[in-house]
């Protein structure tokens, strides 16, 4: 009798999971990537020193997230009747390679889905940063990425993720088109965390706001300082694919005179051929006033393709042009050409060559991630040298 009084009791105590698991539907996710980098050579601005700190000679790296930053996710959506759906998603990053395990939180929102299309708030992925991701062959990833030069030309670098936001899309509204607007009261967010033309101090991990930028609006900037609106259109059908998004970011100012205000805006677009995919992709960043403009003037481009050469194995090309085109500044170009092969559907391995080159004034060098801008040294991972390579291998799951 009291083993049947003990199964009743454990019965009971799991009914509430139980029932849980069948309202929603929980997924865990998540990517784990290794491998080497090589970057060495010099602007030419400079010297030999130039911005990277005095360093000469090449640096070799054993680096992880170089093709894709490690990651553990949970997504996850409820019914709740009527067409209408809870949704949620956890993204936390973590460190493959050294003691750090968790050191981030990627992205974190919550929203409904239904006839209506989407709505969520919370920490989101950046709009121009994931457009521009969306056309480079490499995704913002590895030395051949494109977001980092685009954010060194126009000295905003490249907001990955923001804070404190609110997004919707629409339902398709007729065969792959789409609509989305965004808006967040802080793209900076406390303390300088989460915003594009922050950078990080490696050793002491204080993250400061560019020079130019903390020089303009003559203060520390903080959660609410930094408000910015996005409106996009989004036509996905098929073998085509348009982006034309325009953003508006202001900068609050503490001394006189006007906010600090920048108009963005982006052209994406590729064509799957199925012998490959071509891309290409245009923005331009400029201030609202003199102010302004002393900050952030600049546009860029890139052209890339994507060929499949087997079922396991592709290769990739870009090239990257951009300009500051601030007095005294100049141009950044970049090419790169890699590939991967394929194991299966969630293991890879991948390999990738870039070059830079500066004109004028300018200073950029190679990155590994496209939210690190070109002309920060940030340490390990930061920008160095104008020629290098990675391999790596990846696993997701």
Same mark, same amino acid.
Request: hydrophobic residues 40%.
């Given at each position: 009798?009291?083993?049947?009084?003990?199964?009743?009791?454990?019965?009971?105590?799991?009914?509430?999971?139980?029932?849980?698991?069948?309202?929603?539907?929980?997924?865990? =996710?998540?990517?784990?990537?290794?491998?080497?980098?090589?970057?060495?050579?010099?602007?030419?601005?400079? /010297?030999?020193?130039?911005?990277? #700190?005095?360093?000469?000679?090449?640096?070799?790296? !054993?680096?992880? #997230?170089?093709?894709?930053?490690?990651?553990?996710?949970?997504?996850?959506?409820?019914?709740?009747?009527?067409?209408?759906?809870?949704?949620?998603?956890?993204?936390?990053?973590?460190?493959?390679?050294?003691?750090?395990?968790?050191?981030?939180?990627?992205?974190?929102?919550?929203?409904?889905?239904?006839?209506?299309?989407?709505?969520?708030?919370?920490?989101?992925?950046?709009?121009?940063?994931?457009?521009? #991701?969306?056309?480079?062959?490499?995704?913002?990833?590895?030395?051949?990425?494109?977001? &980092?030069?685009?954010?060194?030309?126009?000295?905003?670098?490249?907001?990955?993720?923001?804070?404190?936001?609110?997004?919707? *899309?629409?339902?398709?509204?007729? %065969?792959?088109?789409?609509?989305?607007?965004?808006?967040?009261?802080?793209?900076? /967010?406390?303390?300088?965390?989460?915003?594009?033309?922050?950078?990080?101090?490696?050793?002491?991990?204080?993250?400061?706001?560019?020079?130019?930028?903390?020089?303009?609006? #003559?203060?520390?900037?903080?959660?609410?300082?930094? %408000?910015?609106?996005? *409106?996009?259109?989004?036509?996905?059908?098929?073998?085509?694919?348009?982006?034309?998004?325009?953003?508006?970011?202001?900068?609050?100012?503490?001394?006189?005179?006007?906010?600090?205000?920048?108009?963005?805006?982006?052209? /994406?677009?590729? =064509?799957?051929?199925?012998?490959?995919?071509? &891309?290409?992709? =245009?923005?331009?960043?400029?201030?609202?006033?003199?102010?302004?403009?002393?900050?952030?003037?600049?546009?860029?481009?890139?052209?890339?393709?994507?060929? %499949?050469?087997?079922?396991? *194995?592709?290769?990739?090309?870009?090239?990257?042009?951009?300009?500051?085109?601030?007095?005294?500044?100049?141009?950044?170009?970049?090419?790169?050409?890699?590939?991967?092969?394929?194991?299966?559907?969630?293991? !890879? !391995?991948?390999?990738?060559?870039?070059?830079?080159?500066?004109?004028?004034? !300018?200073?950029?060098?190679?990155?590994?991630?496209?939210?690190?801008?070109?002309?920060?040294?940030?340490?390990?991972? /930061?920008?160095?040298?104008? &020629?290098?390579?990675?391999?790596?291998?990846?696993?997701?799951?």
């Amino acid at each position: 009798m009291s083993k049947k009084l003990l199964a009743a009791a454990i019965a009971a105590a799991l009914a509430p999971a139980a029932v849980m698991a069948e309202s929603s539907n929980v997924t865990i =996710y998540g990517r784990i990537d290794y491998g080497f980098v090589s970057r060495g050579g010099t602007d030419g601005t400079n /010297g030999a020193t130039d911005e990277r #700190g005095g360093r000469t000679g090449r640096l070799n790296e !054993m680096e992880d #997230g170089i093709a894709g930053g490690n990651r553990l996710g949970f997504r996850g959506k409820e019914d709740l009747g009527n067409g209408l759906k809870a949704i949620f998603e956890i993204e936390m990053g973590f460190a493959g390679d050294t003691n750090a395990t968790f050191n981030s939180n990627r992205h974190s929102w919550v929203g409904l889905e239904g006839a209506f299309g989407t709505v969520l708030g919370g920490r989101v992925d950046g709009a121009r940063y994931s457009f521009v #991701g969306q056309y480079d062959p490499f995704k913002n990833q590895t030395v051949g990425n494109a977001a &980092s030069v685009f954010g060194a030309t126009s000295n905003l670098g490249q907001a990955d993720r923001a804070d404190n936001a609110i997004v919707y *899309i629409t339902p398709e509204l007729a %065969p792959g088109l789409k609509f989305l607007a965004a808006y967040t009261t802080s793209l900076l /967010g406390e303390e300088g965390r989460g915003f594009d033309g922050a950078s990080r101090n490696a050793s002491t991990g204080v993250v400061t706001t560019s020079s130019a930028v903390a020089a303009a609006v #003559g203060q520390d900037i903080e959660t609410g300082d930094t %408000p910015l609106y996005a *409106i996009a259109a989004l036509y996905n059908n098929g073998p085509i694919s348009l982006t034309l998004d325009y953003e508006n970011l202001q900068i609050k100012r503490a001394n006189s005179g006007n906010d600090l205000e920048f108009d963005l805006w982006v052209v /994406g677009a590729s =064509y799957d051929f199925g012998v490959a995919k071509l &891309s290409a992709y =245009y923005e331009n960043v400029e201030g609202d006033d003199s102010a302004s403009k002393a900050v952030s003037n600049s546009d860029g481009w890139l052209i890339g393709v994507t060929a %499949p050469v087997t079922a396991n *194995i592709a290769l990739k090309a870009s090239y990257v042009s951009a300009e500051d085109k601030r007095a005294g500044a100049g141009d950044c170009d970049k090419w790169a050409f890699g590939g991967e092969y394929t194991f299966s559907k969630r293991t !890879m !391995m991948y390999a990738t060559y870039a070059r830079l080159s500066n004109d004028r004034s !300018m200073s950029c060098a190679l990155t590994t991630a496209g939210n690190r801008r070109a002309d920060v040294t940030t340490g390990s991972g /930061g920008a160095y040298g104008d &020629s290098g390579f990675n391999l790596g291998i990846a696993h997701t799951f």
